[in-house]
């Protein structure tokens, strides 16, 4: 039987304690302090447990996002299309943080700061290196470091629309998704319409300087 680390249990524990707060009084100073005093936590084992502070705290919580996130897709069925793992995963760690939207929007101010640039690209990297891995891709050229790109623009625009988003069931988001993922599929299309055309030309002129050597040296005789 799996025991769980004691040092992951502190940190939910902390986690859970700090989330009222969070909502009032944002990701702040003393968040880590107040939440290990309301959680019966020694100040001392907080710190343990995130010993870069509130960076750590945060941190955490997307951690613990993306462990959800993993847990309500691996128990759902598995979409045929990649198309549709893609949009099914990104809808599913939106809605992982539904139950704590505030909580949420203030952790996207937290880390909009510069000093937490590093920890940002950190953070959304984990995400959709996470989601492309479930949905399958096994790319290992420039179209693993492409593929990341596009979703992280394609999730933190999704997260935008739905932290304004008052429709019914948050449907005017599912349905900017769906655009996102239009977009997406249409770029990656017309991209492999040009690496096909490029490869067509790469040929073409390859022949055509054949022949105009061979043209040369025939005229030479």
Not at 114 to 123: G, N
Not at 136 to 163: H, M, Q
Not at 174 to 202: P, Y
Request: net charge negative; hydrophobic share 40%.
């Amino acid at each position: 039987m799996d025991m769980e680390n004691p040092i992951d249990g502190l940190k939910s524990q902390i986690l859970e304690a700090a989330l009222p707060d969070i909502v009032f009084d944002g990701w702040h100073a003393g968040l880590i302090n107040d939440a290990a005093v309301n959680s019966g936590v020694s100040v001392s084992d907080a710190h343990l447990a995130f010993p870069k502070g509130l960076d750590d705290l945060l941190d955490y919580y997307f951690i613990t996002g993306d462990q959800q996130m993993m847990a309500w897709l691996n128990e759902a069925p598995f979409p045929e299309k990649i198309r549709q793992r893609v949009t099914q995963a990104v809808r599913t760690r939106v809605e992982v943080d539904a139950e704590h939207k505030e909580v949420f929007r203030r952790a996207i101010a937290a880390l909009s700061l510069p000093s937490r640039a590093s920890l940002a690209l950190r953070i959304n990297y984990r995400t959709v290196d996470a989601i492309w891995r479930w949905a399958g891709d096994t790319s290992t050229d420039y179209n693993f470091y492409t593929k990341r790109a596009i979703l992280t623009g394609v999730l933190a625009s999704t997260r935008l629309c739905w932290l304004g988003d008052d429709s019914e069931d948050c449907l005017d988001s599912w349905a900017f998704l769906d655009r996102r993922i239009d977009n997406v599929m249409s770029f990656e299309k017309t991209k492999a319409q040009v690496v096909k055309l490029g490869a067509k030309l790469s040929s073409s002129l390859e022949d055509c300087l054949k022949t105009l050597g061979n043209m040369r040296y025939g005229s030479a005789d």
